[in-house]
């Protein structure tokens, strides 16, 4: 499969627990987006990155969250100290520079805080 | 105001009916115009890009008024398997990033 993977699909953690999560892009695609998603709400931009680099953060990211693409290839987003209302479903996206800038999506993974 | 705006439905149509959203997006510099698809519990896909001069693709066409700040999505003859969310999407800037309206939920039955 050559689309967009990410992992866990869900995740259900305690309160003021940390957790990670880890989404793989299509392989030459060097713009990769994390956006986030409440139950009857379009997808909200949270952060993305052109190969290694953050460009933007979105004011949704605080500083409890933290996102990485170390090798230009990989990232992860973590929370530390979740909170309830971190409960919503993380979508990964990407796209190569250049081209149409079609965003191609994973599956995404559900965050359930208690 | 949010920056992208859609009448959440739902729209409950007969297989066979033409159906049509509108989307309104508040910042005039806005670069590109999408609709994309959302089945329930799914990931967004892309529907179609929207250019000034209309689109049609297949049963799907889609405009956009720059002027107004307005863009529009006409399906016609529905099948069941249109049911889903259909999210009208901008840009704004090099980054690309997506702003995602809440979306329209489309019911089409037998």
């Known amino acids: 499969d050559t689309g967009v993977s990410q992992d866990p699909r869900h995740k259900i953690t305690k309160r003021g627990q940390n957790v990670t999560f880890r989404c793989d892009p299509i392989s030459e695609h060097n713009r990769l987006y994390w956006y986030r998603q409440t139950l009857g709400q379009g997808p909200e931009f949270l952060t993305y990155f052109q190969n290694e680099a953050q460009l933007e953060k979105s004011r949704l990211l605080s500083d409890r969250f933290s996102a990485e693409r170390p090798k230009g290839s990989f990232s992860t987003l973590e929370i530390q100290r979740t909170e309830q209302g971190d409960s919503a479903m993380y979508l990964c996206?990407?796209?190569?520079?250049?081209?149409?800038?079609?965003?191609?999506f994973g599956p995404g993974t559900r965050l359930t805080v208690t | 105001r949010k920056e992208v705006e859609q009448d959440p439905g739902p729209f409950n149509v007969p297989e066979g009916a033409t159906v049509a959203f509108n989307c309104t997006y508040s910042?005039?510099?806005?670069?590109?115009f999408f609709w994309y698809r959302q089945d329930c519990r799914k990931e967004p896909k892309l529907l179609m890009s929207v250019y000034s001069s209309g689109n049609e693709d297949g049963r799907f066409t889609a405009q956009l008024n720059r002027a107004s700040q307005y863009i529009s999505l006409l399906i016609r003859d529905s099948k069941l398997s249109d049911s889903a969310t259909y999210l009208c999407v901008v840009t704004v800037d090099s980054s690309y990033k997506l702003i995602f309206g809440s979306g329209t939920r489309l019911l089409v039955r037998p």
């Open positions: 996206a990407s796209t190569r520079q250049g081209t149409t800038y079609e965003q191609y």
């Open positions: 910042n005039s510099a806005s670069q590109s």
